[in-house]
């Protein structure tokens, strides 16, 4: 009888000692006092010049709607500095890497319409990278590769998303694969290049970076960091490398908002999704709003440069209006930030926006737990799930 009473609390013992640093993680993730949503924006910058149109569009669309504070939605935008000078690599027979950076003449529509949502406070920059791959990759590439020879042949500005998955990734030499790793030399060479040109640009240093296809290591850490990088924006891990397949692929390490990397680089989880392109509609952003909500997490919605160009750019339109008239209807005390705010909010402990009482955090806590893989089967089954609502009713 007695071995029989001391076998739930020795399995409730082993559960959370598997749990155990989960479970720590998640209680120092911050919990935040209110619905805060951004939407991530990504690739835009150099290239086509159809973009100034559709920048145009969406400032319009932002400025259309405001949270309970008057704040506009703010839409970051992961910028792309500089794009292949096609004609320029021509004349070179494509012995040498040649770039037209974004505030070249030939791109001023585009910086233009840049600047014009920036001053109205519905637009904010982030580093996404001098180019959206890296450039001595793409010249090898273009010697075997049909593909990539055709993209740096076209008469047009080129379109980074129409170069092949691997090479989109900046920080990863994907000639081969699995790809190669890029030399601290290089590396370092770069970021003084892109963090200049942001500056030169924008008239403000990089503080948030969004790594290309979430590929980088601890050596861009260090490089950013050291150029005034104080934020990185991760899908919740890191991937370092493109596998034998071309993916994405890392340690596996899980990573929450408000950990620290190298040099105390700030990460900021980015890990839901709203792509019109690929079917999404306002309802998933109202889901992904809600379910982040319910962790006392901040909504990053991530979305691309091609959902608003094109035949897709009405639809997108529609939805993104849609989701931001629903989200300020079903949340009276909905708060619009951009990245860098989310990020000084946490560093800070900003007490108007992180809450610090136990009770909520424990609620926010509970929430969360009940989302790690298999964790709430596990509980069901040795029964520390009835402990555990004990304590969120003393939570509520």
Known sequence: MITLLLLPPLA?????????????ALWHEPVWRCPVLVIESDDWGAGMLSQA????NLRELLNGHCDHT????????????????IEAIRAVAGREYLRIVL????????LTALR??????????QLHGMEHYWPAAVLVAAQTDKRV?????????PRTEDLPSPLQSRWTVATVLPSLPLSISEINEAVVTEARTFQRIFGITAQVAVPTTFVWNDEVERAWSAHGVRCIVTPGTRFEYRDAQGRPAGDGRKILNGQCGQNDVLYVVRDQYFEPVFGHRAEQGLVALARQTACARPTLLETHRFNFLGESASVAMHELNNLLDKACAAYRT????STQEIAEAMANKDTALIETNLRPRLRAWLVRVHLLPRFTKLARFTGLVLPLRLLGKWAA
């Open 12 to 24: 409730w013992a082993l559960l959370l000692a598997l749990y155990a640093k989960r479970f720590i």
């Open 53 to 56: 149109a559709a920048l145009d």
């Open 70 to 85: 008057g704040r506009h939605p703010v839409m970051t935008l992961g910028i792309v500095l500089a794009i292949a000078d």
């Open 103 to 110: 505030d070249d003449v030939r791109l001023a529509p585009v």
């Open 116 to 125: 014009t949502g920036i001053a109205e406070g519905v637009f904010a920059p």
């Open 149 to 157: 020879e055709a993209w740096l042949t076209d008469d047009a500005l």
């Open 334 to 337: 909905l708060r619009f930030l």
